[in-house]
């Protein structure tokens, strides 16, 4: 940027208010997390696994935004604890499930409790309708960042028309993460 041109108004921008808001979930999360012996990612990794149990070490690293590497550590003293299991070997494939053991769903369901407060805390001066309306505009803010602006103006060679991330999904020539988002967002906006 120049020294003409004008900078971002912190005071407005959505862009700085969201990282302001999900550091101070950040912190407040660790706060309640750190004595019950657990960070975020622990939490996450666990919450993940009782809602969509037999999860992979890629998929639990993509839905706890870390790196597989990270998430096989973490598995790995999760496992130690007796807070999960895996098989030795891939039942299929070379992926190992991951299930919760008791003794993780009881740490859970304390850590869940501990989280939910604080959320409910973040969320006491929104009334429902507010709520719903952040769930869809944060939806939205998802959806126009995870497509990839490379593909966004991309034409159809025989129709040469413009295209979306969205019409490229759908036609079956997108897969991998970024179809998945894509799918959770369409999912979430569909009327009903």
Known sequence: MS????????????GYMLKAAASALHSALEAVLSPL???ITHYSCLELLAQR???????LARGAFVTRQSMNVLLQALERQGLVIRPARAPVGRALPTELTARGRR???TASAAVRRVE???LANLDASEQDQMRRLLTACIAALTEPPAL?????PHRGEPVTITAIWQSGHLCGQGAAQ???CQQRRQPG
């Open 3 to 14: 020294q003409g041109e004008p900078g971002i108004e912190l005071d407005t921008s959505l």
């Open 182 to 184: 894509i799918r959770a």
């Open 53 to 59: 149990p037999g999860l992979s070490n890629s998929e």
């Open 37 to 39: 012996g657990m960070t």
């Open 107 to 109: 740490q859970l369901e």
């Open 152 to 156: 966004r103006y991309r034409s159809l």
């Open 120 to 122: 409910q805390h973040m």
